[in-house]
């Protein structure tokens, strides 16, 4: 990851508490960094799509983008007060991912942060279409900011893959680790790593692979599988320093033992990578971090791959 100069706040307009503005603020405020708070917005009905356009639908538009400003300053007046250079601005675009990464890019940001959405009171947040629509577009780290306090000494805790199933390229697990500790060193934290693996996955491959009816050694398989991932896990996580005491390999599957190790080791962001699966490069998270997501605890950074090139149109737009 580059270095921290540019941070980009996606402020929601409809609430009152922005705790992405928040920790953007905290991470502005401890590496010198610039920051600029966004709002993205568009209202069919004020737009002309409709009707045709005029002079009362352009007035309307402006007045609401003004209002939008005006609220914006009010927001960043506090965090100049506390030393960070802090810009606003207000857009008209559509859809809403796209006028994140369209900015984004623009304004050159090195990371974006946003709320997560609220799905009820009772519930924890979960990730909005629009979120997955981020994650799987905006070329920078994304950081997903779930409500509540934020530790003093937060923890990062690094979602790899040394196999490097699924495509993933080798290079990105090494770049979701430096971001991690480059965020830990940032805010005073710490950072750790996790690897899990499925013990069903050698049994079932091996069933798989025996045509003659003979009795299995499923403790064996299971064993040497588990040395080949500690193996690899052990060498990448000792190349980056982390300590034997800060790296943790479980065995199960992922959507499982992620959330629960995030809760156990009270990690305050996850971060992991997104991945190319098809021959279009087209980058999600996979089915499996998918169920992985709405259970965290915490937190979510998202990584991209360096090749990584957003398909989001930067030129035009359906707000245009």
């Not at 920790?23 to 002309?48: F, H, I, M």
């Not at 352009?58 to 100049?80: C, F, G, T, W």
């Not at 992620?258 to 980058?283: F, Q, T, Y």
Request: proline share 6%.
């Amino acid at each position: 990851m580059q270095n921290i100069a540019k941070i980009l706040s996606v402020i929601d307009p409809t609430v009152k508490d922005q705790p992405a503005m928040r920790r953007a603020a905290d991470l502005a405020k401890a590496t010198g960094a610039d920051l600029e708070l966004l709002v993205c917005y568009y209202n069919e009905y004020l737009s002309g799509d409709r009707l045709f356009d005029s002079p009362s639908l352009a007035k309307a538009r402006a007045e609401v983008m003004a209002n939008h400003e005006k609220s914006l300053e009010m927001l960043a007046e506090p965090i100049r007060n506390d030393g960070v250079v802090v810009t606003t601005s207000a857009t008209w675009d559509h859809p809403l991912y796209e006028g994140i990464v369209r900015h984004a890019v623009e304004i050159g940001a090195n990371i974006v942060f946003k709320d997560t959405h609220h799905h009820s009171a009772v519930t924890s947040a979960i990730l909005s279409h629009t979120d997955w629509d981020l994650i799987r577009t905006c070329p920078v780290p994304l950081w997903l900011v779930k409500p509540g306090d934020f530790s003093e000494r937060p923890i990062f805790l690094s979602a790899i893959d040394p196999m490097n199933r699924h495509d993933k390229p080798a290079a990105l697990d090494d770049e979701i680790i430096k971001t991690a500790d480059q965020m830990a060193q940032s805010l005073g934290g710490e950072t750790y790593a996790f690897h899990s693996y499925d013990p069903q996955i050698a049994v079932a491959t091996a069933t798989a692979n025996a045509y003659i009816p003979v009795s299995l050694p499923f403790d064996e398989i299971e064993k040497q599988m588990r040395e080949d991932h500690e193996k690899r896990f052990r060498e990448i996580v000792s190349f980056h320093g982390i300590s034997a005491d800060h790296a943790i390999l479980a065995s199960g599957v992922t959507h499982e033992e992620l959330p629960r190790v995030a809760d156990e080791i009270s990690a305050s962001v996850v971060v992991m990578g997104a991945v190319a699966r098809n021959r279009w490069k087209r980058l999600f998270i996979g089915a499996t971090a998918e169920r992985t997501l709405e259970h965290l605890p915490c937190d979510l950074l998202i990584v991209k791959p360096d090749w990584f090139h957003t398909p989001v149109d930067l030129e035009k737009h359906e707000a245009a």
